[in-house]
């Protein structure tokens, strides 16, 4: 069982930051990568950011420049530093973990129950 925890939502103004965090625990034997996507009110969810084990990063084309993420392998952890923050960015954001666990061969993801960012103009 993997459990995948976000924090560090809130309401904040625009051009203002916010940092998400992210803590992935259980039977983990390996996570490949690890990211966030995001769904605000009647939109498909997308993805903002994802890194890779190796640190290989892939931003949205509308947060490129504002967001940056980070990842430390040996906790577990992945982090979105979002600066400069937009209206349009309001959502709720979901942490995500491609992941392997003991006794299962394949690779899955594995979600947290999402934080609400809200981005007031």
């Known amino acids: 069982q993997v459990h995948v925890v976000e924090s560090g939502g809130g309401l904040v103004q625009a051009g203002g930051s916010l940092r998400l965090s992210c803590t992935a625990s259980g039977s983990i034997l390996s996570i490949n990568s690890m990211g966030w996507y995001r769904q605000a009110p009647g939109r498909q969810r997308e993805l903002v950011a994802s890194i890779t084990s190796g640190g290989t990063t892939n931003y949205f084309d509308s947060v490129k420049g504002r967001f940056t993420i980070s990842r430390d392998n040996a906790k577990k952890t992945v982090a979105l530093q979002m600066d400069s923050l937009k209206p349009e960015d309001t959502a709720v954001y979901y942490c995500?973990?491609?992941?392997?666990?003991?006794?299962?061969?394949?690779?899955?993801?594995?979600w947290g129950q999402g934080t609400q960012v809200t981005v007031s103009s």
């Open positions: 995500y973990c491609y992941a392997r666990i003991f006794g299962r061969n394949l690779y899955d993801n594995y």
